[in-house]
């Protein structure tokens, strides 16, 4: 079965990029830019994994992360950004996330660390 993985990103040729990259790698791609359709995904459809951008419209990814938590604690989230700094990194873990991608990112990378953050999630 296909991991399904939910990304929000607010530009549009990043959301196309990461989309192309993971279906090709096998997985179902569940797109947004829009912070409110992306709660409103997460908590009615069961995702393997989120995928964030830290810079979005209305709310942060930081804050994303802090609201899907509330009735998640499970499905792995991770972030994509290109805040880079150590304590953005430190900042989506505190607030629940398992990764941290720097942009721009190793498609390998990507892939990998995500399929790693799925796995340990169903252990």
């Given at each position: 079965m296909q991991p399904h993985v939910l990304v929000a990103d607010d530009d549009s040729d990043s959301r196309d990029l990461v989309q192309f990259?993971?279906?090709a790698a096998g997985f179902r791609?569940?797109?947004s830019g829009n912070p409110a359709e992306v709660l409103?995904?997460?908590?009615?459809q069961c995702f393997d994994a989120v995928l964030?951008?830290?810079w979005m419209p209305d709310i942060t990814g930081?804050?994303?992360c802090h609201r899907i938590r509330t009735f998640d604690q499970k499905t792995p989230i991770l972030f994509c950004s290109g805040a880079v700094r150590e304590e953005d990194k430190r900042d989506a873990v505190l607030a629940g996330a398992q990764g941290y991608i720097a942009k721009?990112?190793?498609p390998?990378?990507?892939?990998?660390t995500l399929r790693a953050a799925i796995k340990?999630?169903?252990l």
């Open positions: 990259l993971l279906q791609v569940s797109v409103c995904l997460a908590e009615r964030l951008d830290n930081l804050e994303l721009p990112f190793d390998d990378d990507l892939i990998k340990v999630s169903q």
